[in-house]
DNA sequence: TTAGCAACGTTATAATATAACGTTTGTTAA
DNA sequence: TTAACAAACGTTATATTATAACGTTGCTAA
């Protein structure tokens, strides 16, 4: 099971709670195999973010953990660090923000749609596009470890609201 | 004629003054026939960053302006900003850094390989790249209007020091 | 049960980017 | 020409994002 909002633009009204406590256990049982510490700091961000249906900054995290008590900017990235080490978040570079990830059990590269109006994203899994990368990667004997794609525009919403007030 | 090194990750010894001539030629004609100013600032700015082979940062941008008189990070990326919108440079996300574009004349999203141990970069034009993008948009509905691609990993050069090392 | 290391706290600061407002300069149209 | 306007740039201040350095706590494994 994966948060169908982070699939399609369209879904709106699914559990959205019922997401989170997928993807806390999720979390949970990859760091136990992998024998890391899933701390109660690092499990209190993760679900942070994925209450966000939107890519979330470091700061606002860290406001919302200030709630909880004292906490500084470098607690928020020590734990953001090692959650995007685990594969639990990416990193969306044009937002400067992080999203949970839907599949951490699969290593993988983020590829995503992010709509530039109401900053909607999808994470994007095709096989055409990593296949265009390994491509051009192998062209140049270029050895890949990483691969960042942010394709920005209007989601199909927001592209309905322009058209109906203009 | 474009700058190989940035086609490329061999291309080495070529002469790269050559290049920066001519993208500042091409920059002055694009901004003519669009009736907007390539000021000594915009045009300062531009070759400070084709003299680089790699991506520059802003403040780094800054120091050399300052070496020239004193100068603010403000007027730095008001200049970006306008290099950016004339597609004259490419910001690139994951490096905060900006580079000269190959081929301004032709609007096209950035797509590029950055090594991540020397940093440097090659610009991609592939069709099946923008194509497996546009299909995952459509799919979903979505109006594209920028996309990014970064592509991080180890270019020849470098792969070939680290295997000769370890 | 203690040595060692990972996690976290605390304080400070670096790096990147923008806001607000005033002045200069170039362009346009009477 | 020159007044009116807008774009470019200067100046000062500040916002936003991210990391450094070092000490303390607490888990874990021999």
């Known amino acids: 099971m994966v948060c169908p909002k982070q699939f399609s633009f369209q879904s709106d009204n699914?559990?959205?709670?019922r997401c989170i406590r997928n993807a806390m256990a999720v979390a949970e049982?990859?760091?136990?195999?992998?024998?890391?510490?899933?701390?109660?700091?690092?499990?209190?961000?993760?679900?942070?973010?994925?209450?966000?249906?939107?890519?979330?900054?470091?700061?606002?995290?860290?406001?919302?953990?200030?709630?909880?008590?004292?906490?500084?900017p470098i607690t928020v990235y020590r734990v953001l660090d090692f959650l995007l080490r685990m594969g639990l978040v990416h990193r969306i570079l044009s937002q400067n923000?992080?999203?949970?990830?839907?599949?951490?059990?699969?290593?993988?590269?983020?590829?995503?749609?992010?709509?530039?109006?109401?900053?909607?994203?999808?994470?994007?899994?095709?096989?055409?596009?990593t296949a265009a990368i390994v491509a051009n990667s192998l062209a140049l004997d270029f050895q890949v470890r990483q691969s960042a794609v942010e394709i920005l525009g209007l989601c199909p919403r927001c592209a309905k609201e322009v058209s109906s007030e203009g």
Chains 1, 2 share one sequence.
Do not use: N
Not at 14 to 17: A, K
Not at 34 to 62: H, K, M
Not at 103 to 127: M, W, Y
């Open 14 to 17: 699914h559990d959205h709670q």
């Open 29 to 72: 049982k990859l760091c136990r195999r992998r024998q890391q510490r899933f701390t109660p700091l690092r499990r209190r961000v993760l679900q942070l973010i994925w209450q966000q249906q939107r890519p979330v900054g470091a700061y606002d995290l860290l406001k919302q953990l200030q709630q909880d008590g004292k906490a500084a």
């Open 97 to 129: 923000a992080y999203i949970g990830c839907v599949c951490p059990e699969r290593e993988h590269a983020g590829h995503f749609l992010i709509c530039q109006t109401c900053k909607g994203l999808v994470e994007v899994v095709d096989s055409a596009l």
